[in-house]
């Protein structure tokens, strides 16, 4: 079989045909080529995205020899393939890193420039694909780089929503939600596959029949059929010849299903069930984190799982007959719970579908599946209520409580009389309302179940997890979360690639390790100074930015002090606006204050639900507002609100970052992964000991990280012995002179009630201790104020703090995977 896959692909893979060479000469032949046939225009009338769509049709073109032998890769029965489901994928743009990925980036520039365009023109028309809310999204996307790169041969599964997460705009300081209509214009980068389909059942009853031969058969009369059709977009690896699949499922009506339209009646009823198929994956979820119950939510979850998990069963069958070797072909990550009604599915289709075995079943399924946590929030620990479970799933209702009742029969036997246990770990929770736990179901249902960084693992295994981790301690592991070097320094930061490149070579983006070689750079002067002027100039491409977008003038010169991720009150960036407040009172009331010049640069996307975190961002918005507009404090602070933070826009701000604000509470951040982003492209983080920050400053020393705060342990002890903010707020005149000046209207033209649902809950609650920490971050913050004065120090920080972040490549975390969980080899890096 390895032969006849390395023939197969061979002969594709030459390039032989001139319409498909890499040159300037044949991209510019290929642009235009497409721009006659696909787009159907005159060169003389097109428009940019024209352009743009022509020359992607271009670039994917030249991915398909490798796309199409990659994809040969599945039937090689010696090669198990890594099946990564999840509810979402931030992509981001796909043109650019194609572009770098292939090695094709200076053709097509010079192919576009031969035609009168810039290639960066082109780039910037891109509607990114925002089909995810944050970290998580943007990890799953990471890892398929990582995963094509390593030349592991694998599948993203997931959902092709119509509209993925909201672009926002910002009106009057508020938050204001528009449709992110991504596909307007086409998209160039997936391929339809209309004859890869399934049919998913939804809702009904469950009913048991005796066959011809006495045997007990089991059949889902459901009141719906959905029909998920494959869309297909090819990832491409670094210079590695393996080119990775993202598969996402539309749904659509199943054509004879009502269709029949005998009379008008039947006819607008046919079509009103088209409609309602289509609308399953119409729109995701803006939560980052807290779960909603809701029904079509629950509907997309198991639409998708249904549709992957019969395509691997295909793919599957055309290798081996046997189902019981399923977990050979395949290694099933699960990206948090809301993949986690594989378990069930799986059970129902090896079951019910291919007569296995319950026992048969339940080893492969167990074996196959791996889950991965990626929070410890109370309230995001997805539970679906027993009903609206029972009404769209009444089989895998069935088939929970049957493997409840396996599974509570081991606890019992493990625990004898420990009821407290049992109810705990039971996959329903009936203590005041039914629910099923979707994170019992996942763990019960995995072989392997891992936190995303060291303390994360270690908290799980405490607290949410506790029991099933005493039981069962040698499923539990670790996988510290990474990003991808391609996308988050050569693509978004050539100045400091080329920077590197100069000084040690290329092998850092696929051995990141190599970075240490720059530690020896950081006592170099000419170095050092190149360094400043990489960084200078992507500071001042982010003002421009800026100014366009929400016509602040910021000095480049100042310290950029960002905060970009979801807004959430456990990330605190109110508690970054404290410290902006207490800097605007200590200069308006002493102008001599040696204070260095900082601007301060928001940005991320509130849950359109989520009251106090638009509050916040009105907050923001508000102090900008007074401190942008007040002489006393000109040419020293600026605040400033980027709107619509996503991935394209990620790529300009992390590499203008001086400092990283990672300041959530202690032991909430499950990792974070912008924390990474920023170091990475040499800013330095100013952080609790939270999530992953606990293992970057472990790695660059920490002499070149800013701690402030409360440990974890300290949060779970102040809490338990009663926490009093209104005590921070009585015995601290600067705090209490910030949170005063929110409350009197200052910020709000006189209203005072504005901000108090705020204010109040900071006073009488503070649930993520912001008051508790206040004076140590400030404390911290002047640390950061004097340093940031000896401008060369900075720099050689700055440097070891890129020099050391090699741990945090996504290829890493991919390696771990694949030694820990997924048992999958790894291949020798591809020649160059
Ligand atoms: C995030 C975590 O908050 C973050 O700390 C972590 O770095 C990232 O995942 C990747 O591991 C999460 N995002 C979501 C999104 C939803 C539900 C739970 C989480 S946890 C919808």
């Known amino acids: 079989a390895n032969n006849t896959v390395k023939t197969a692909a061979s ?121 995810g809310n944050g970290g998580l999204g943007r990890l799953a996307a990471c890892y398929l780089d990582s995963l094509a790169t390593l030349r592991i041969p694998s599948i993203g599964y997931g959902i092709r929503y119509e509209f993925g997460i909201f672009d926002q705009l910002i009106r009057d300081g508020w938050q204001v939600e528009t449709a992110d209509k991504w596909l307007k214009f086409g998209n160039p980068w997936e391929i339809c596959r209309s004859e890869i389909a399934y049919e998913v059942k939804m809702g009904g009853h469950t009913e048991y029949h005796h066959d011809a031969d006495g045997r ?39 054509e004879s299903f009502n269709f029949q339209a005998f009379n008008a009646g039947e006819y607008y009823h046919a079509v009103d069930e088209k409609v309602v198929s289509e609308s399953i994956t119409k729109v995701l979820y803006p939560n980052d984190e807290p779960g909603v119950g809701k029904l079509l939510r629950l509907a ?31 290694a099933v990550q699960m990206n948090d719970t809301h993949p986690s009604l594989a378990v069930a599915e799986l059970m129902r289709l090896l079951v019910d579908e291919h007569g296995l075995g319950w026992d048969a079943a ?111 301690p040698e499923k539990f592991c670790n996988v510290t979360n990474g990003v991808t070097p391609r996308r988050w320094v050569l693509l978004s930061n050539p100045g400091l690639a080329w920077l590197i490149s100069e000084s040690i070579g290329e092998e850092w983006v696929t051995a990141p390790e190599k970075l240490r070689e720059l530690e020896c750079f950081a006592s170099d002067p000419s170095f050092l100074s190149a360094w400043r002027g990489v960084k200078d100039a992507n500071k001042r491409a982010l003002a421009a930015a800026i100014l366009e977008r929400t016509g602040v003038a910021v ?57 106090m975190a638009k509050l916040i961002i009105k907050l923001i918005n508000s102090v900008a507002e007074v401190v942008n507009a007040d002489p006393e404090v000109a040419g020293r602070l600026k605040v400033v609100f980027f709107p619509d933070f996503n991935v394209t826009n990620g790529q300009l701000i992390y590499p203008a970052a001086d400092l990283s604000e990672q300041i959530s509470t202690s032991g909430k951040e499950a990792s974070g992964t912008g924390n990474m982003k920023f170091s990475l492209n040499g800013a330095l983080t100013i952080g609790t000991l939270d999530g992953a920050n606990v ?41 209490r002179e910030a949170i005063d000046a929110v409350r009197s209207g200052l910020f709000s033209h006189g209203d005072a009630g504005l901000f108090q649902p705020l204010v109040d809950h900071l006073l009488y609650d503070d649930e993520y201790l912001a008051l508790a920490d206040y004076r140590s971050y400030l404390e911290c913050q002047e640390r950061v104020s004097t340093a940031f004065r000896q401008r060369e120090l900075w720099s050689v920080k700055s440097v070891l703090n890129v020099a050391r972040m090699g741990k945090f490549s996504s290829d890493r975390s991919i390696r771990e995977y694949c030694e820990k969980i997924w048992k999958v080899p790894i291949r020798p890096p591809f020649p160059h």
Request: charge should be neutral; charged fraction near 25%.
């Open 555 to 611: 000095d480049p010169e100042s310290l950029f002090d960002i905060q970009v991720k979801r807004i959430h009150e456990y990330k605190r960036q109110h508690l970054n606006l404290l410290h902006i407040l207490t800097l605007y009172h200590r200069i308006k009331r002493d102008p001599g204050a040696q204070i260095p010049p900082r601007t301060f640069i928001f940005g991320g996307k509130a849950a359109p639900g989520y009251f």
């Open 362 to 472: 339940w080893k492969v399924t167990r074996s196959t599946l791996a889950y991965t946590n990626h929070t410890l929030l109370p309230e995001a620990l997805e539970k679906w209520p027993l009903q609206l479970f029972a009404n769209l799933l009444p089989r895998h209702l069935e088939i929970v409580y049957e493997i409840n009742r396996r599974f509570l029969d081991e606890v019992s036997r493990a625990y004898p009389g420990d009821q407290a246990r049992l109810a705990r770990m039971s996959l329903i929770e009936e203590t005041g309302g039914k629910f099923v736990r979707m994170a019992n179901l996942a763990s019960v249902g995995s072989h392997a179940i891992n936190g995303v960084a060291h303390l994360h693992t270690e908290l799980l295994k405490e607290t949410v997890l506790a029991d099933f981790y005493q039981m069962t």
């Open 216 to 254: 007990l058969a089991i059949v889902w009369l459901p009141v719906k059929v959905i029909k998920g059709v494959a869309y297909d977009t090819p990832i491409a690896g670094y210079r590695s010849r393996i080119t990775g699949l993202l598969r996402l499922w539309k749904s659509e009506a199943v």
């Open 11 to 131: 002969s594709h893979t030459q390039g032989h045909d001139p319409r498909r060479g890499v040159g300037t000469a044949a991209m510019n032949r290929a642009i235009l080529d497409h721009l006659h046939f696909t787009m159907a225009r005159l060169p003389a009338l097109a428009s940019r995205n024209d352009w743009y769509m022509a020359l992607s049709h271009a670039v994917r073109d030249r991915m398909l020899d490798d796309w199409l032998a990659s994809l040969h890769h599945f039937r090689n029965k010696e090669l198990k393939v890594v099946s990564y489901l999840s509810a979402e994928f931030l992509l981001g743009p796909h043109l650019g890193n194609n572009l770098i990925n292939t090695g094709m980036w200076d053709a097509a520039r010079d192919a576009v420039e031969s035609l009168g365009l810039r290639l960066e023109d082109l780039l910037r028309q891109e509607e990114e694909p925002g089909l």
């Open 695 to 735: 293992e970057i400053r472990e790695e660059v020393g920490e002499e070149n990280f800013f701690l402030f705060g409360l440990n974890a342990t300290e949060v779970q002890a102040l809490k338990k012995s009663g926490y009093h903010p209104g005590r921070f707020y009585e015995e601290d005149w600067e705090l």
């Open 300 to 330: 997309q979850q198991y639409f998708f799982v249904s549709c992957s998990l019969q395509d691997m069963i295909r793919v599957h069958l055309l290798r081996s007959p046997r189902l019981e070797e399923f977990d050979q072909t395949f």
